[in-house]
């Protein structure tokens, strides 16, 4: 790990007042549960690390009238564990108590899952000098990338965006209230994140001199669920999750959200699947419709068709799940 | 006749139990010595490259570097080839692992090393070495390296042909032999059934928890302490003395506590770099690896490719075995081929076999054993094609393993024949068992379940052991032993001493010593401690015997004959008043008649080879291509279990291990030949919430050579789980998994391709 300068602000905006207009050069760090990894690699060699753990403002879980608040420094475990969490939003809370193991999710917050860096092993591999570096090319195009993006159409580097948080609040509708150099603003989190397609680029549309410092997500009645197609039960990205969301009404599904993760260098919005869903009433056969429907236009790279199937499955089984409808896959 | 026995298959608390459970043993990375440096290894970038020159200057400049090592600080050591514990070793390639001299042959490689006030400057001060490489096109697979095409990693490796080094053109082919018994030709000739089949396995890391780590201190008197992580003292030792040229009476070797190694902590990687560095800065030097390094830097198990044909009569006998074995060697000649050749069919009684063996270097690590080294690949091949026989023919395979499975007598392929061996008893009690008779066990899912079995063989090996035992004036015995203790050892050799002198296992304290402290003892692998340290700890005893009953003739003033030594307690022939226990006499000798140390130093004849059957039922998500374990039973000989607990550990951990080279393990390469996953997050080695309990069955076929006829249990538990797990999903799915691991997306593939 390279030496660095650590500051340690107490509000947002001396936080803010810290970075920089570029990025690398000065870091935030929240639970330093990505941060320190890639600095440990020599992916990341911050001179200035700015710690948020000063910063009191950003914990805490506020449940209101009309909307849930969830700060960025809320953990993750915290998030798991809210009981009306659990009850509004399982999608969120299932996804929040899959990431990592418990030391993880007791040190890792919503921001730094938010804006966590991408999991691409050329990426993180100090030696490779890909095109989120200063390289000109991505390696995983035409090299090993049977955990890269199905959805990369036109995508120069085909990462998969890491978070799982992401999907499930972009179905619920969440917003992020961003804090700049010049005040405060609302980002919708399916705007929030972008395919990086150049040097120094990060996932998501942040400046270098942005934090996020909180997570709105309006109440409602939405059924919700997310779920993830594993390999491991621990310890483990999913290879391919889906988050789903919709209201129920007489005439069966209305207004449904299908948003894919690890299939595309951003959270992915699954139109088609949605579409077929709608006014639907869910059962395994109008739900593998939808699932088959959010699959059709993934493009494969050379090691990762399996993806697709999973898609298809994933979907599947978050609408099921929302639905409330016995889980077929288990006994 | 069976033994009775006092203190033997009891499960008193491991003597070490309480230090680490406080977390008060000393692991290596807990040394802190005085004046102290922190050494760092810069490691190759390249998967083959030629080093054009080495230049440090830069980081010498830094504040608080004191000196850089290279392969110019190691003496050369020339083409020859030494026994250091792990078969045989070219001690020039050993020497290239440590520290690479002319030539890269991997990435992660050690190329220099230096050593600094701490860490921090060390690792800062690392990056200002520049190497300078001409980079060389990799060769990362067995079969491409076979190719007369392929680029060539040495130029002074050729083909060993049946024996025969032939000279003429370099190969990475480093060896090629056969074991061959009856004519397979006839053979097949004779079967009414025939199944061939091909396979390919990943190269697979021992995955122990605690890195490598060495601290050395050099003093001027040309002495040098060593302190490491080792599965043997004595081949550190040996291994130091020749790569800087030493004699051994130079070198002690401290072993510490131990976070495990499976047969990766045998050979040396930082031993004699921090030596060096010591050397050359008159002050102790301590190197730790990172887990990237030890991915990239230690020695995994070879990756494969296997070609099995086997052919059985009508009546289900097996009549003949073909098998080609090519096997990854990683950059220097040595994979583990003898082995997996031997182990291939070793578990049946086959009249005609054949087998090729190929040991082939390729740009990855030099691979190092783990845990029945080479076994388990091959049995991953033969035991997938022995169930597609059982098919075929109808058989129930336990019933097929009972009709053909090797017993005394037997002769194996590479030319031995079995003494008494357990590989019968432990299908008969597979076939017992309630996992085997019940129905499929229950899943989560109504998805596909199956269940499938296989058996494996691991030779087990005897060597060299020396123990010391004192004899304490509170009746216990103190006992030296040169054995790392990696699995429970210190309580299991402990508890023979105990049986032997009719006292209790609490009453022994046994100590793993350092070099200059014990004698001679060789690696702890091979599954050889409770079989060999034990057998020199029952020795010392019998040793502390007689000279207990000397001096109980002399207390009593009567003759040696008069006197016999009864589970703890001497006494008097002639004169039933007179009897003495252990420990009164114990007490008594401290001021009169002299005190007793026991010693004995053993080399056992080799054990008869554990045999294990392992019965697995999975489930199979035809969706998502998961693989769930339901449940898992290991049934194994172990001659005598001395302390259950640790063997139904052992028994636990192979089984698990087996399973995460099963379904979860494997270097990823990308083309230039870097490995992509050299974290234990990419690595995906399977955790607690990925497995059931494993149901471990011991089986008791007494070695007969061996005083409590022990066996060694150690590494068979780990060379059936691919092969059961194979099996179980054909059951469930229909598709034969033909390469590891059966990942997901793998699953997901075959079952595409099925349809």
Sequence with gaps: MKNFTYFRPT???????????????????????????????????????????????LAGIRVEEKSVRIGAGAKLADIANHAELKRLFPSLTDAADQIGGPQIRNMGTLGGNLCQRNRCWYFRDEHTNCLLKTGQRCFALDGENKYHAIFSQGHRCVIVNPSTLAPALIALGASAVVQGPNGRRTIELGRFFRAPGANNEREHVLEANDMVVEVTIPRSNLANASYEVRH??????????????????????????????HVAPTPHVAEAAARSITGQAVSEATAGAAGRAAAQDAKPLSQNGYKVKLVEVAVKRALIIAAGQKRYWEV | MAQVFQVIGTRPIRHDGLDKVTGRAQYGADIQLSGMLHGRVLRSSHAHARIKSIDASAALKVPGVEAVATAADLPESGDRIAHLGEGAVNLRHLSSNCLARGKVHYKGQAVAALAATNPHIAEEALALIKVDYEPLPPVMDVREAMKDSAPKLHADVFTEEMGQLKKDKPSNVAKHFQFKLGDVHKGFAQAAVTVEREFHTATVH??????????????????????????????????????????????????????????????????????????????????????????????????????????????????????????????????????????????????????????????????????????????????????????????????????????????????????RIGMIETVEAAKKHPHYVAPLAPGSSPFPRGRGVASGFWFNIGLKSSVTASVNNDGTVSLVEGSTDIGGTRVSVAMQLAEALGIRAEDVRPVVADTDSVGYTDVTGGSRVTYATGWAAYEAAQDIKWQMLEKAA??????????????????????????????????????????????????????????????????????????????????????????????????????????????????????????????????????????????????????????????????????????????????????RMNELPMSPGRVVKALAAKK
């Design chain 1, 11 to 57: 509000t947002p905006e001396q936080a803010v007042a810290l970075l920089e207009n570029r990025w690398g050069n000065t870091e935030l760090l929240a639970g330093g549960t990505d941060l320190h990894d890639l600095q440990k690699e020599y992916v990341a060699q911050p001179a200035r690390v700015v710690s948020l753990s000063g910063v009191n403002a």
């Design chain 1, 232 to 261: 491991k039960q621990a310890y483990d990205w999913p290879l391919v999750q889906a988050a789903v969301s919709f209201e129920r009404g007489d005439g069966g599904v209305r207004n449904p959200r299908v948003v894919l993760g």
């Design chain 2, 206 to 419: 021992q995955g122990y928890i605690e890195p490598h780590n060495a601290t050395a201190m050099f003093n001027p008197d040309g002495n040098v302490t060593i302190w490491c992580s080792t599965q043997g003292a004595f081949t550190v030792r040996a291994q130091v003395s020749e790569l800087l040229q030493i004699p051994v009476s130079r070198i002690k070797v401290v072993p510490l506590e131990i976070g495990g190694g499976f047969g990766g902590k045998i050979r040396v990687y930082l031993e004699p770099v921090a030596a060096v560095l010591s050397k050359k800065t008159g002050k102790p030097v301590k190197i730790l690896m990172d887990r990237a390094a030890v991915f990239e830097g230690t020695g995994p198990t070879p990756g494969s490719y296997i070609r099995v044909k086997l052919g059985a009569d009508k009546t289900g006998k097996l009549v003949a075995g073909e098998a080609y074995l090519a096997y990854e060697a990683g950059a220097f000649p040595g994979s583990p081929i003898g082995p997996g050749a031997m182990c291939i069919f070793a578990c049946y009684d086959i009249p005609n076999v054949l087998i090729d063996g190929f040991d082939v270097c390729v740009n990855k690590p030099a691979t190092a054993a783990y845990r029945a080294p080479g076994a388990t690949n091959a049995a991953f091949a033969s035991e997938t094609v022995v169930d597609e026989i059982c098919r075929q023919l109808k058989i129930d395979p336990l019933e097929f393993r009972l009709k053909n499975g090797a017993k005394e007598g037997t002769r194996r392929a590479d030319g031995p024949i079995y003494p």
């Design chain 2, 554 to 735: 002399q207390l009593w003033k009567t003759d040696l004959d008069n006197v016999v030594y009864d589970k703890g307690v001497i006494r008097a022939k002639d004169d039933p008043a007179k009897k003495i226990t252990f420990k009164e006499l114990a007490e008594k000798i401290q001021h009169k008649g002299g005190i007793v140390v026991g010693r004995a130093t053993v080399d056992p004849p080799w054990p008869g080879g554990a045999f294990a059957t392992h019965i697995v039922d999975v489930e199979v998500d035809p969706d998502t291509g998961k693989v769930s374990i339901l449940r898992y039973t290991a049934v194994q000989d172990c001659g005598k279990a001395i302390h259950p607990s640790y063997v139904e550990g052992q028994i636990q951990g192979g089984a698990v291990q087996g399973i995460g080279w099963a379904l979860n393990e494997e270097y990823a390469y990308n083309a230039k030949g870097e490995m992509t996953n050299a974290s234990f997050l990419d690595y995906r080695m399977p955790t607690s919430l990925d497995l059931p309990m494993i149901d471990a069955v011991i089986v008791e076929v007494p070695d007969p050579k061996h005083p409590y006829g022990v066996r060694g249990v150690g590494e068979v538990p780990i060379v059936p789980p691919p092969a059961a797990i194979a099996n179980a999903i054909y059951a469930a799915v229909g598709v």
